[in-house]
């Protein structure tokens, strides 16, 4: 069973940075996407960034500009660099790995609170 640690979230006031990071207990066998999810109470978990293994990254439109997803699969990390960041980016973030098998992977989750 592969485990997922988050660490980074906090608060933060509106225009500031923050960046989350995750690591993995150890290496995806067959990894096809690394990604960043969010939550917002009452709502379903949607997808904020991800990186398509050898292919691309995307991002929800509403990120476009100010977040930035890195990985680095030798390392078994996913980042993710939050810029400007707004009061509508607060929620609970969730760091996700899948691979070829359908198998997908959460980390616990990490709040992060845009307020001044």
């Known amino acids: 069973q592969v485990q997922l640690v988050e660490s980074g979230g906090g608060l933060v006031q509106p225009g500031g940075s923050m960046r989350l990071s995750c690591v993995a207990s150890?290496?995806?066998?067959?990894?096809?996407?690394m990604g960043w999810y969010r939550q917002y109470p009452g709502k379903q978990r949607e997808l904020v960034a991800e990186?398509?293994?050898?292919?691309?990254?995307n991002y929800v439109d509403s990120v476009k500009g100010r977040f930035t997803i890195s990985g680095d699969i030798g390392k078994n990390t996913v980042n993710l660099q939050m810029n400007n960041l707004k009061p509508e980016d607060t929620a609970v973030y969730y760091c996700?790995?899948?691979?070829?098998?359908?198998?997908?992977?959460w980390g616990q989750g990490t709040q992060v609170t845009v307020s001044s």
């Open positions: 996700s790995v899948q691979n070829w098998f359908s198998s997908v992977y």
């Open positions: 150890r290496s995806i066998f067959n990894l096809k996407t």
């Open positions: 990186i398509i293994i050898g292919g691309s990254t």
